[in-house]
């Protein structure tokens, strides 16, 4: 089955067992824990797997399969490196990824474990004329020496996957005194509650978009992004919307959205005209007034009011700065071959520091 010939009832969650059609590959440490985070809070989705090279990364997880990666005879290692490594783990990917229909792949981008492996689970599911979405979540823009990385992954990523999401860390940020450990750990819960009212989920008092309406949204050759908003008050849901709205600014030219896919999350009060003037306003923040708008709501919040918007249609990000290759050479890299026969990361930043 090829990606155009899927229609949107070829995801049915109604079906038993269906849920093992879709397979959710967590990568690196991020990736990793974005995805347990997932598995929690997601009854739907049945198939986790979980790729990285550090055992530390899966140590808690006891829902899915896991795959480690041994570099344990290279202290540095470029994203190269990390997959020439992961060769002999080909044969379990490929049997991870049989029966599956639909691959999400989450990942962290910059460092040398999800920049390395999210594009060979990609092209590996690729191959299979599996339906893959990848979500890139994008490094801080104070970590210089993952930009380079980043960027290269990202365009290896958008030429394997069916459609890309992505997620920039700086917008996440709302409270920098947090200590920096709880910082991550809130970002990577942040990440999974917004897949895991994207994607749909059972709770009570929830209209989901749907995974029919996400996996149809994305296969797009355009950028999506994914953007955040919160707001203290549970009856602010207006001010979450027109928080998430802004951050697309900063990321990309949000005159360009097409569309976009709005979750908000509110009190079990939340009325219709909230509701209405909460996403019916995005047409005047996003797009040039005439972006086609798919919405779904939670109104069971005890605490905070939150947008989760999914907005498509960007030619280009801030990310497109990411990969000095393509600047310095005005066209686009060879990525076959082992897709990563880029000049060689040493002779063109030989003082990049590499995680």
């Known amino acids: 089955m090829s990606d155009c010939d899927l229609k949107l009832d070829d995801f049915p969650y109604s079906n038993p067992g269906y849920g093992r059609k879709v397979a959710v590959f967590g990568i690196g440490s991020a990736g990793c824990r974005i995805a347990s985070q997932l598995s929690k809070g997601n009854k739907l989705l049945e198939h986790f797997v979980y790729l990285t090279c550090d055992d530390h990364d899966v140590a808690n997880i006891a829902r899915g399969e896991k795959i480690i990666v ?4 290279r202290s540095k290692s470029t994203p190269y490196a990390v997959r020439g490594l992961a060769e002999s783990k080909i044969p379990e990917i490929r049997q991870q990824l049989k029966g599956s229909e639909l691959v999400f792949i989450i990942s962290g981008m910059g460092g040398s474990v999800g920049s390395g492996l999210a594009p060979l689970v990609a092209r590996e599911a690729r191959d ?3 339906v893959v979405v990848a979500i890139a979540v994008m490094p801080f823009t104070f970590e210089h020496s993952k930009h380079f990385f980043a960027g290269g992954a990202l365009k290896q990523l958008r ?13 996440l940020l709302e ?3 947090m200590p920096a450990i709880d910082l991550f750990s809130m970002v990577n819960e942040k990440i999974a509650l917004a897949l895991h009212k994207l994607l749909g989920s ?11 309406n996400v996996v149809s949204f994305v296969r797009t050759k355009s950028y999506s992004v994914l953007c955040i908003g919160e ?9 979450a919307v027109l928080k998430a709205a802004s951050k697309f600014d900063k990321i990309v030219d949000k005159s360009e959205a097409s569309k976009s896919l709005v979750h908000v999350s509110a009190d079990k009060s939340l009325s219709m005209n909230e509701l209405i003037s909460s996403v019916g306003g995005l047409s005047g923040i996003l797009g040039n007034g005439t972006m086609q708008i ?7 919040s005890t605490l905070s009011s939150s947008a989760f918007i999914v907005a498509t249609g960007f030619s280009s990000t801030k990310f497109d700065n990411y990969d000095p290759v393509d600047r ?7 990525m076959e071959s082992g897709f990563d026969s880029t000049l060689g990361l040493e002779l063109l930043l030989p003082d990049v520091e590499i995680e």
Request: aromatic share 8%; hydrophobic share 25%.
């Open 128 to 130: 299979k004329r599996t």
């Open 294 to 300: 798919e919405y779904g709501f939670s109104a069971n």
């Open 70 to 73: 041994d570099v344990t005879s």
């Open 202 to 212: 059972t709770e009570e008092h929830e209209f989901s978009i749907g995974l029919n």
């Open 328 to 334: 310095a050479l005005g066209k686009s890299t060879n």
């Open 159 to 171: 030429k394997y996957a069916s459609g890309v999401i992505l997620i920039d860390n700086d917008e």
């Open 175 to 177: 409270n920098k005194q």
């Open 231 to 239: 707001d203290a008050d549970r009856f602010e849901c207006r001010s």
